[in-house]
Nanobody, 126 residues
Framework: QVQLVESGGGFVVTGGSLRLSCVAS????????MGWFRQAPGKEREFVAG???????FYADSVKGRFTLTRDNAKNTMYLQMNRLKPDDTAVYYC????????????????????WGQGTQVTISN
């Protein structure tokens, strides 16, 4: 069982930045796919960014050019650098992982991920 622990959420004003971290308890993630999802109140969980091992990240259109996903395999850690934040980015952000190297068409599907973190709240004010 892989455990994922997110951190780094908080409260910032529009235009600010935050960096989220996700630490995996198991080396399994090194060969698999990891991703970030978010869920705002009353909305479905949506894909933010994802990365297969040794591959360039994929991003949702809404965050392209503002968010950057990186992975530090030596530390079993994934990061999400979020810049130029907007109120629409307000949500609980979740880290997800699977040992599978997902095909591109499924990276954005929550159902494709076996492991989830507890979530971290990100709030952006006007």
């Amino acid at each position: 069982q892989v455990q994922l622990v997110e951190s780094g959420g908080g409260f910032v004003v529009t235009g600010g930045s935050l960096r989220l971290s996700c630490v995996a308890s198991d080396r399994t993630e090194r060969g698999g796919t990891m991703g970030w999802f978010r869920q705002a109140p009353g909305k479905e969980r949506e894909f933010v960014a994802g990365s297969r091992a040794r591959d360039s990240p994929f991003y949702a259109d809404s965050v392209k050019g503002r968010f950057t996903l990186t992975r530090d395999n030596a530390k079993n850690t994934m990061y999400l650098q979020m810049n130029r934040l907007k109120p629409d980015d307000t949500a609980v952000y979740y880290c997800a992982a699977t040992s599978r190297n997902l095909i591109a068409s499924t990276i954005g599907s929550p159902a494709a991920y076996a492991y989830w973190g507890q979530g971290t709240q990100v709030t952006i004010s006007n």
